[in-house]
């Protein structure tokens, strides 16, 4: 069956830098345009990045443009979220999802991401 | 990139209906019918109830359903159940990955 499996996240002081995996399973990996959607402690969905099916498009959230870069390894069949510069309202719940032309069938379980000193 | 505008929150009784509003503008829900609707229950992953304005992924209750008015789409639930407790966001998409995506402020629906 699908999975998506996220990991990577936990805690990082300001400015620090930190790398996100999604290992995914079950699915043609390489078929999917993928992208990670964030959620700080009580709040709601933000999407972050999105990555064509080779990875040679990639487009950010004006929020985090410049300081992520989204990637994938088709060969892993592993998406990657590299985050620098990391500042204390990226604290948040991170999601890797697979796109099905504008909405997502399945999510990972998300991984916790905080960012503090 | 501005969020969708949602109710912050909806309640009813199980049986009745309520609906939730996602107020765009005509470059995100207005202007494509690519709106999508997820359900969130606490420390849970979301999972889409309705795609594409009105279509539901099989699985989903027949009591979710999806529609559309200008620039505000919307999501009913009629028949409320227990387990419709949750928080709910809209999503839209402008037809390319290339301008990203929107997601709506969240509505938490409380069955009374």
């Known amino acids: 069956q699908v999975q998506l499996v996220e990991s990577g996240g936990g805690v990082v002081q300001p400015g620090g830098s930190l790398r996100l995996s999604c290992a995914a399973s079950?699915?043609?990996?390489?078929?999917?345009?993928m992208y990670w959607v964030r959620q700080a402690p009580g709040k709601g969905l933000e999407w972050v990045a999105v990555?064509?099916?080779?990875?040679?498009?990639?487009y950010y959230a004006d929020s985090v443009k410049g300081r992520i870069t989204i990637s994938r390894d088709n060969s892993k069949d592993t998406l990657y979220l590299q985050m620098n510069s990391l500042r204390t309202e990226d604290t948040a719940v991170y999601y890797c999802?697979?796109?099905?032309?504008?909405?997502?069938?399945?999510w990972g379980q998300g991984t916790l991401v905080t960012v503090s000193s | 990139q501005s969020a969708l505008t949602q109710p912050r929150s909806v309640s009813g009784s199980p049986g009745q209906s309520v609906t939730i509003s996602c107020t765009g503008t005509?470059?995100?829900?207005?202007?494509?019918?690519?709106v999508s609707w997820y359900q969130q229950h606490p420390g849970k992953a979301p999972k889409v109830m309705i795609y594409?304005?009105?279509k539901r992924p099989s699985g989903v209750p027949e009591r979710f359903s999806g529609s559309k008015s200008g620039n505000t789409a919307s999501l009913t639930i009629s028949g409320l159940q227990a387990e419709d407790e949750a928080d709910y966001y809209c999503?839209?998409?402008?037809?390319?990955?290339?301008?990203?995506?929107?997601f709506g402020t969240g509505t938490k629906v409380t069955v009374l």
């Open positions: 999802a697979r796109d099905l032309s504008g909405w997502s069938d399945y």
């Open positions: 005509s470059s995100d829900t207005g202007g494509y019918n690519f």
């Open positions: 079950g699915f043609t990996f390489s078929t999917y345009i």
């Open positions: 990555i064509s099916y080779d990875g040679s498009n990639k």
């Open positions: 594409d304005v009105t």
């Open positions: 999503c839209s998409y402008a037809g390319s990955f290339t301008f990203g995506y929107v």
